[in-house]
């Protein structure tokens, strides 16, 4: 079965620090991550997409794929509390794109 | 911004009871989703619909879960016998292409939260 492997956390830091969260996936033939938030309560929302091996910026975000290593990072530089939420880490399985694996997600707290 | 509208925001039915969730995706979006998220569990996969049909679906969704586009705006999961298992929150999501872009991205809803008793 294809998965999605993220640490639970929470992972904790203080206010202007790197959040640095990890993903592993266990599909080879996968072509497309995604990594989303999810505030409590309410719907992911997309911060970041990668598809090629090598690093993605996108303002504060910085998203990191290795496709040998079969891993994907999200960094999240200058910290603040409002970035405190669970992050979710998805793929699109190989042989097409017609859904989303999600992994259980990574509760990052920042504290001020 | 466009969103992804989703209705009721709750509902609550009794066990065994027939509940028709409805969604209004983006208008130019060709590819619509159902995701469920049980409370503290991660978001699942429920279907993918394109083009007035089915085109995956999951094994939680069984023969009690049916979507339909009843028109061209509304896309709803009925699910027809409810268990006090279907209790989750239910993400209605779009995205408008079929390929490796930066238009390949799911847009989700705000969920509809269902609680069976």
């Known amino acids: 079965q294809k998965e999605v492997e993220q640490n639970s956390g929470p992972l904790s830091v203080p206010e202007g620090a790197i959040a640095s969260l990890n993903c592993t996936y266990s599909d080879r033939g996968s072509q497309s991550f995604f990594w989303y938030r999810q505030y409590s309560g309410k719907s992911p929302e997309l911060i970041m997409f990668i598809y090629s091996n090598g690093d993605k910026e996108d303002g504060r975000f910085t998203a990191q794929l290795n496709k040998a290593s079969q891993y994907v990072s999200l960094l999240i530089r200058d910290s603040q509390p409002s970035d405190s939420a669970t992050y979710l880490c998805a793929f699109n399985p190989s042989g097409g794109y017609n859904k989303l694996i999600f992994g259980a997600g990574t509760r990052l707290a920042v504290h001020p | 911004e466009p969103e992804v509208t989703q209705t009721p925001s709750h509902q609550v039915t009794q066990m065994g009871q027939e509940v028709i969730l409805r969604c209004v995706p983006i208008?130019?979006?060709?590819?619509f989703y159902w995701y469920r998220q049980i409370l503290g569990q991660k978001v699942e996969f429920l279907v993918s619909f394109y083009n007035n049909e089915i085109s995956e679906k999951s094994e939680i969704f069984d023969d009690q879960f049916s979507v339909e586009r009843p028109d061209g705006s509304n896309f709803t999961l009925k699910i027809r016998s409810t268990k006090l298992e279907d209790s989750a929150m239910y993400f209605c999501a779009s995205r408008a292409s079929g390929g490796a872009d930066g238009a390949n991205v799911l847009t989700f809803g705000a969920g509809s939260r269902l609680t069976v008793l």
């Open positions: 208008s130019n979006h060709l590819y």
